[in-house]
């Protein structure tokens, strides 16, 4: 998208008029240039093609614009139809009546349309059988009585005798089929194969005289010879001819008719004359066809080949147009085709022709159906079964529509009760918890709303909750960042000692402590303690002792005298349940010797420097002593038990002082790390400096542990003897 179509930036609170968004798109977005191009090119070229003949140019031009025109309606229905579908259908009760229309009502819908459609296509097909079967039995009624009259006139002696006979034929047979006409022509040129024994004696005076005619012929003129095309065995068939028809007074209208034409010839190797029987579809035929089939005949149309005139005949009867012929789909009166052969007399060429016919479904049923001596009442077996399939009809009709409002009304319970639900969460996205929905049912959904009610207690609950929980962890975070100020910070300026040291908590608040207590420039007192237990207790703990040493300190150099007096200061302020271990060593850099007591804690590591690099071996320091703050006596078991030990520092000597935290680091199998495993590390890596030593003891605490979380605070201190004097590092 170019710059120019983009949509113009408004300053906040500014909103766009109605036009001003038309215009940008009508001048900015593609689809809206077409328009306007459309409309220009319209607007010019059709006045002009009104008043005068466009040139191809113009008409080119104008062609243009009906597309453009074209494309910016496709993308204005498009865009229309998106629309539609996004407001239409974006609520759920809307999805699920579409559903269930499309689901339910639809496929009920093809089954109905289906079988109508089949039962229509039955009763059309079964109405040209029985049509076409009764024109053919007609025909061969009329073959039947052309052969007979034929044998009749055999017997003739006299021409009078030969129309004689015809006019008694005529009148016997008139009464069943009107309009009948019977003629006697002369054949010429016609040779059949008959044996001797099977040939006839005809009587030659009917060939005399001819043609004899009788009946009215009153359809088509009566033909005087017989067409080439017939053969010995005759002809029964149908011919068409046009013949006007009075609608109204001065006012004449050809139709198409139809005959039953028969032909029939003497059984002899050369026969002189043969019978043509004429039996015109009239009303009366058509009506007895009615009452046989349930089906009336209507106009008739008659298909010609190119080149093929069609014959003119004269009007029998009089033949009204009914106009109004009932409504288009009615059962009683039900519109189809049925297509016959005819034959173009002169030349013998089958053609065909279409009669419309009207069909009465009920009464062709009633024709063709299972008539059984058990009847039920009025009806007999047949309309009984047409009574069930009503009856199976109006249930399942009754059904669909039953099933269609109980769908509605399931739509609504269940959409009502998501718009509940909507509702109830647009509340607690806001902020409002206490927003409760309805119970508007005993069923699953009104479940679902009192679980959603209860949701919003519990989370009203949870929020306080929460609250609490976040102002107790802000505190906590608060006491961690206390915690870590009453840490050694800074710089530690011991010449010929470097000591590093790092702690970390396994919750917000950690219970051990280190502090580094300088006593003169060359001695420095270290202390490390652990308070039983984590958290805030400990921390609290952790702070109150940081006081204690730092006071006593002061006063007490030595390290048992200075564990002895801690002891009673803390038995006598801290909880009977709680203790403290600690070990606290002073360090005299120019004596390069270290002494130190251990009141229950863990032991320090002593990696001496007079071995190569990787064969170093440590040793663990572990005087006996009792833990701090125990409330057993007056303190004198406690001193009894203390024990001080004095060890010589050798330039690049290594002492790790670490709490249990480190040492029982536990994996997923709940296996300690263990001291003799911590030894082993510092031994492998003591000839390193401080910072990859501590990375590497991680590194194998993280390594053994795996997955398991930190269940107790780690603190470590690294204490190496400088080979030269040197500012130590600052205690991380």
């Known amino acids: 998208m170019s710059d120019r179509d983009r949509p113009v930036a408004l300053l906040p609170g500014d909103m766009p008029s109605r036009w001003s968004v038309w215009r940008s798109w009508l001048l900015r977005t593609f689809p809206g240039r077409a328009l306007v191009l459309g409309g220009v090119i319209k607007a010019i070229t059709w006045p002009l093609g009104a008043v005068i003949v466009l040139p191809n140019a113009l008409e080119a031009i104008d062609m243009v614009g009906s597309l453009a025109l074209l494309f910016a309606a496709a993308y204005g229905l498009t865009r229309f139809a998106v629309w539609s579908k996004r407001r239409l259908l974006w609520r759920v009760r809307r999805k699920l009546i579409l559903s269930y229309v499309f689901v339910g009502v639809v496929p009920a819908l093809l089954v109905i349309t289906f079988f109508l459609l089949a039962g229509l296509i039955l009763a059309f097909n079964v109405s040209s059988y029985l049509v076409q079967s009764r024109v053919r039995n007609l025909t061969d009624q009329a073959r039947f009585l052309a052969q007979t009259v034929q044998i009749e006139l055999q017997r003739a002696a006299t021409p009078e005798a030969v129309a004689e006979i015809l006019e008694r034929r005529v009148s016997s047979m008139e009464s069943r089929y009107p309009f009948l006409s019977l003629s006697v022509v002369p054949v010429a040129n016609v040779t059949c194969k008959v044996e001797p024994s099977q040939a006839a004696r005809v009587s030659r005076t009917v060939a005399s005289g001819l043609p004899i005619t009788a009946g009215g012929w009153g359809h088509l003129d009566a033909p005087v010879t017989l067409p080439k095309w017939i053969g010995c065995d005759g002809f029964s068939g149908l011919i068409a001819y046009n013949a006007p028809s009075k609608t109204e007074p001065g006012e004449a209208q050809d139709q198409t008719r139809l005959v039953i034409r028969a032909v029939a010839m003497p059984e002899v190797p050369a026969p002189a004359w043969a019978v043509i029987l004429d039996i015109p579809i009239s009303t009366a035929v058509e009506k007895r066809i009615q009452e046989e089939t349930g089906i009336r005949m209507d106009e008739i149309s008659a298909f010609l080949a190119p080149g093929v005139q069609p014959i003119v005949g004269k009007a029998l009867e009089d033949r009204p147009v009914v106009e109004d012929n009932g409504p288009l789909l009615s059962i009683q009166q039900a519109r189809w085709v049925v297509f016959l052969d005819h034959v173009d007399w002169p030349t013998g060429e089958r053609e065909s022709a279409s009669i419309k016919i009207f069909i009465n479904a009920l009464g062709i049923y009633d024709r063709i159906s299972v008539v059984s001596p058990l009847g039920f009442g009025e009806m007999n077996f047949g309309q009984a079964l047409l009574f069930v399939l009503a009856v199976v009809g ?37 902020g409002d918890f206490a927003h409760q929905i309805p119970v508007r049912a005993r069923d699953q959904l009104g479940e679902l709303a009192e679980s959603f009610n209860l949701m ?50 396994a919750r917000e608040v950690a219970g051990d402590y280190y502090d580094f207590l300088p006593i003169t420039d060359s001695m420095l007192g270290m202390l490390i303690a652990d308070v039983a237990g984590k958290g805030l207790a400990a921390g609290l703990y952790m702070a109150q002792l940081k006081v204690i040493v730092q ?4 006063l007490h150099h030595e390290p048992k005298e200075f564990l002895s007096a801690v002891n009673k200061v803390v038995s006598a302020n801290l909880d009977g349940k709680s203790f403290i271990t600690m070990t606290y060593g002073v360090i005299d850099v120019e004596r390069r010797e270290m002494t130190f007591a251990r009141a229950g804690h863990c032991p320090l590591i002593h990696v001496p420097a007079n071995q190569p690099a990787g064969m170093r071996k440590a040793r663990m320091l572990v005087p006996d002593g009792l833990v701090v703050g125990l409330q057993i006596d007056d303190g004198t078991m406690f001193d009894s038990l203390l024990q001080e030990q004095t060890i010589s520092l050798a330039p690049g000597d290594l002492v790790v002082w670490f709490t249990d935290g480190i040492s029982e680091t536990m994996n997923e199998a709940f296996d300690c790390f263990g001291e003799q495993r911590l030894a082993q590390v510092v031994e492998q890596y003591a000839h390193l400096p401080f910072d990859q030593l501590r990375s590497y003891i991680l590194a194998e605490l993280r390594a053994f542990a795996g997955g398991a979380d930190q269940h107790d605070d780690m603190t470590m201190i690294l204490m190496k003897i400088d080979a030269a004097p040197a500012i130590p590092e600052p205690p991380a």
């Open 551 to 554: 006071s006593l300190s002061r």
């Open 394 to 430: 109006v249930l399942f009709l009754t059904i669909q529509f039953v099933a269609l409002v109980i769908g509605f009304v399931l739509a609504r319970q269940i959409t009502g009760a998501v718009h509940d639900l909507f509702t109830g969460t647009q509340h607690a996205r806001a």
């Open 456 to 505: 919003t207690g519990e989370v009203t609950t949870l929020l306080g909750e929460m609250a609490e929980k976040g102002r107790l962890e802000q505190e906590m975070f608060a006491a961690r960042e206390i915690q870590q100020k009453l840490l050694p910070t800074g710089p530690l300026r011991v010449t010929g000692l470097a000591v590093t040291a790092f702690c970390e908590p």
